[in-house]
């Protein structure tokens, strides 16, 4: 009987990349001479630091997802870029596990956070990486890549290097996709409800793939505490469900899954390219 354990979605996230699928963009399925010829050679001198994370996702979601999803959307966001490779995904965020349900999540702290990516950050720069691109899927640590970004491309662009951050991936996207189920009519959203679990669903069983991210049988009952307004506070009589889903679930589809998928790829694609863009627009010193 398999069991939804963060074991069992920390080595999902590492045996899902067996075996390499062609054309091969992950660093850690390259040999270093690869690399080389890849950077040196081929003009890949782009690359993508994703940041995902372990954090209970309901009683539907592995604890994995961030993870698991960062994969599979960091390897569509290099083919489609071009000339990018993807460094492993990271795959702490800056979380705390909370004294209610604190299974299945692992976090850091901001400075720790911060630190790790600046320090990939450089060893990527060091590997002849020319374009550093942070990013993450998970709203902690959001605030970190971007003042990391700041940080760095400060410190190495008169040497023509640049780290950008990519907030359009998470903040923008996530934004316009709730918009899009408010405005056709979906039940609330929040927390491993509909956007998540219909992520997950989309990226496990696409190409005939069966990873089994989603226990499809517990969508049916997929629903946690409601969704607060802004400024709205929780009724303290009225008693919670805290079972790590904010919103309601039930409506997941792979269908669903796809138009986040997409938009997550595209919006970074977009954004990606309009640093590089800014690089030939600048005047020369």
């Known amino acids: 009987m ?64 961030h993870n698991l999803m960062g994969q599979e959307t960091a390897r569509e966001i290099a083919l489609k870029m071009g000339h990018t490779l993807v460094a492993p995904v990271l795959p702490y965020s800056v979380n705390e596990a909370p004294a209610s349900l604190p299974w299945g999540t692992i976090g850091l702290t901001g400075p720790i956070f911060a630190e790790v990516n600046e320090r990939v950050a450089e060893q990527l720069i060091k590997n002849g990486f020319k374009n550093v691109f942070l990013m993450g899927d998970h709203g902690g640590g959001q605030k970190e890549l971007g003042e990391v970004a700041k940080k760095l491309d400060e410190q190495y662009s008169p040497k023509g290097i640049h780290v950008y951050f990519c907030d359009q991936m998470y903040d923008k996207a996530q934004n316009d996709y709730w918009k899009w189920l408010e405005d056709n009519h979906y039940p609330s959203y929040g927390h ?22 989603v226990r499809e049988d517990l969508i049916k009952t997929a629903v946690g505490d409601p969704v607060l307004g802004r ?55």
């Open 2 to 65: 398999k069991t939804p354990t963060l074991l069992v979605a920390l080595s999902a996230a590492l045996v899902s990349a067996q075996p390499p699928r062609k054309p091969v963009v992950e660093l850690q399925m390259m040999t270093w001479a690869e690399i080389k010829h890849a950077v040196e050679d081929q003009g890949m001198i782009n690359v993508v630091v994703y940041n995902g994370g372990v954090e209970q996702r309901g009683p539907q979601n592995v604890s994995g997802g």
């Open 192 to 213: 491993a409800s509909i956007m998540d679990t219909s992520e997950m669903l989309y990226l496990s069983t696409r190409d005939g793939h069966d990873w089994e991210w």
């Open 231 to 285: 400024g709205q506070r929780r009724d303290p009589n009225t008693p919670r469900i805290n079972n790590g889903i904010t919103g309601d679930a039930r409506p997941s589809t792979p269908e669903l899954g796809k138009r986040i998928f997409d938009m997550k790829v595209d919006y970074a694609v977009r954004q990606m390219k309009e640093f590089l863009a800014s690089q030939k627009a600048a005047p020369a010193n």
